[in-house]
């Protein structure tokens, strides 16, 4: 019965896996269709990533934000964190916002930093912030603390905010430099 479980839920993981990556390979083709020609230049010009940081359209914010979390090197792209915390913090548009939240988590998953985890704890616990932002700044913190390499729940089968922890968030917002 036990064995059979196992099995079973091999499978399962196994077809997620795949649904994951196909998902993933869709994600690419759209931001690679997003960025057309300019491709070449966010992957490798950092002042090309930063005139796209800068400029008024939401999805060219989100783009090079994408392009610095998913392709460019960490040692190179730790140079634009404060660019993932602003935009995070400040951004007009609610989609660059989740967008550099989402890569903030993956950029230093299992890392158990400290402030960072102390920002998105904030984020987390604003109830004027859009839940979508919360939740995902959430499932980033459990990212980033996830040091064994532990099975993250789903973005979409998390419950917002019956799912969350609070305890860790508070005590994130009461520990470490950049508590408030």
Same mark, same amino acid.
């Given at each position: 019965? %036990?064995?059979?479980?196992?099995?079973?839920?091999?499978?399962?993981?196994?077809?997620?896996?795949?649904?994951?990556?196909?998902?993933?390979?869709?994600?690419?083709?759209?931001?690679?269709?997003?960025?057309? *020609?300019?491709?070449?230049?966010?992957?490798?010009?950092? *002042? /090309?990533?930063?005139?796209?940081?800068? =400029? *008024?359209?939401?999805?060219?914010?989100?783009?090079?934000? %994408?392009?610095?979390?998913?392709?460019?090197?960490?040692?190179?792209?730790?140079?634009?964190?404060?660019?993932?915390?602003?935009? @995070?913090?400040?951004? =007009?548009? =609610?989609?660059?916002?989740?967008?550099? $939240?989402?890569? $903030?988590? @993956? !950029?230093?998953?299992?890392?158990?930093?400290?402030? $960072?985890?102390?920002?998105?704890?904030? /984020?987390?616990?604003?109830?004027?912030?859009?839940?979508? $932002?919360?939740?995902?700044?959430?499932? @980033? !913190?459990? @990212?980033?603390?996830?040091?064994?390499?532990?099975?993250?729940? *789903?973005? /979409?089968? /998390?419950?917002?905010?019956?799912?969350?922890?609070?305890?860790?968030?508070?005590?994130?917002?009461? =520990?470490?430099?950049?508590?408030?």
């Amino acid at each position: 019965m %036990c064995e059979e479980r196992n099995e079973q839920f091999i499978r399962q993981a196994k077809e997620l896996k795949d649904k994951l990556r196909a998902l993933g390979n869709q994600m690419d083709q759209l931001f690679k269709a997003k960025v057309g *020609s300019n491709l070449g230049q966010l992957l490798n010009e950092g *002042s /090309f990533v930063t005139t796209w940081l800068e =400029s *008024s359209d939401p999805q060219q914010r989100a783009a090079a934000l %994408c392009a610095l979390s998913e392709y460019w090197d960490p040692s190179l792209r730790k140079d634009f964190m404060p660019w993932f915390e602003r935009l @995070a913090k400040e951004d =007009s548009n =609610s989609e660059v916002r989740l967008t550099a $939240i989402s890569a $903030i988590g @993956a !950029m230093h998953s299992g890392t158990s930093d400290l402030p $960072i985890m102390n920002l998105l704890a904030r /984020f987390v616990s604003d109830s004027e912030e859009d839940e979508q $932002i919360r939740k995902a700044a959430y499932l @980033a !913190m459990l @990212a980033i603390g996830n040091t064994e390499g532990a099975l993250l729940p *789903s973005y /979409f089968g /998390f419950i917002f905010p019956n799912d969350v922890n609070w305890e860790l968030v508070d005590s994130y917002l009461t =520990s470490g430099p950049s508590a408030e």
